[in-house]
Antibody
């Protein structure tokens, strides 16, 4: 069964850091680009970051550039999101999602989603 | 960046009704458009990709159409289990922008 399981969320003070992880199983992880998507309480979906299958190409939405970094360890089938300088507006459920095409690149929809991990930024 | 605008923001319809949701891109995106369903408290689920291709396992009452800038998601006969928020998303290029969502309720 194809599965994504996020972890690492929690309560953190403004200015703090968290590292989210997403453990993948049931598919050849390195063949697929991956992404992080977040959803603030009561709000819609917002794409956050994406990484190619090899890890050689990464993209981040403007509001997190310079603060968040997406990475992956293909030997451990794990996706990461390092979040620094956290702000109240980063409070959200963070989902990892798999790009559909088995090319390692980005031209596809998100066909598999994890259950999400909650990040709360508050003093 | 290309903006994705959905309408309406919410709708209420009766069981068995035909429901249509529209999504407009601020620039042409060919058919690189996906639709997702998010039931209350649940994880988003891919319904349609390439504007009109049904994801495996999705009921045939769901359909998608459009190309370029204007797209539609249609539920041919609304069922109680279709209560959800529906999102469109462009995936032709960075950023992979979502629409603001359309909440579908039963009247």
């Amino acid at each position: 069964e194809v599965q994504l399981v996020e972890s690492g969320g929690g309560l953190v003070q403004p200015g703090g850091s968290l590292r989210l992880s997403c453990a993948a199983s049931g598919f050849t992880f390195s063949n697929y680009a991956m992404s992080w998507v977040r959803q603030a309480p009561g709000k819609g979906l917002e794409w956050v970051a994406a990484i190619s299958g090899s890890g050689g190409s990464t993209y981040h939405t403007d509001s997190v550039k310079g603060r968040f970094t997406i990475s992956r360890d293909n030997s451990q089938n794990t996706l990461f999101l390092q979040m620094n300088s956290l702000r109240a507006e980063d409070t959200a459920v963070y989902y990892c999602a798999k790009f559909a095409p088995p090319s390692g690149w980005f031209l596809g929809a998100f066909d598999i989603w994890g259950q999400g991990t909650i990040v709360t930024v508050s003093s | 960046d290309i903006q994705m605008t959905q309408s309406p923001s919410s709708l209420s319809a009766s069981v068995g009704d035909r429901v249509t949701i529209t999504c407009r891109a601020s620039q042409g995106i060919s058919n690189y458009l996906a639709w997702y369903q998010q039931k209350p408290g649940k994880v988003p689920k891919l319904l349609i990709y390439a504007a009109s291709t049904l994801q495996s396992g999705v009921p045939s009452r769901f359909s998608g159409s459009g190309s370029g800038t204007d797209f539609t998601l249609t539920i041919s006969s609304l069922q109680p289990e279709d209560v959800a928020t529906y999102y469109c998303q462009k995936y032709n290029s960075v950023p992979w922008t979502f629409g603001q969502g359309t909440k579908v309720e039963i009247k």
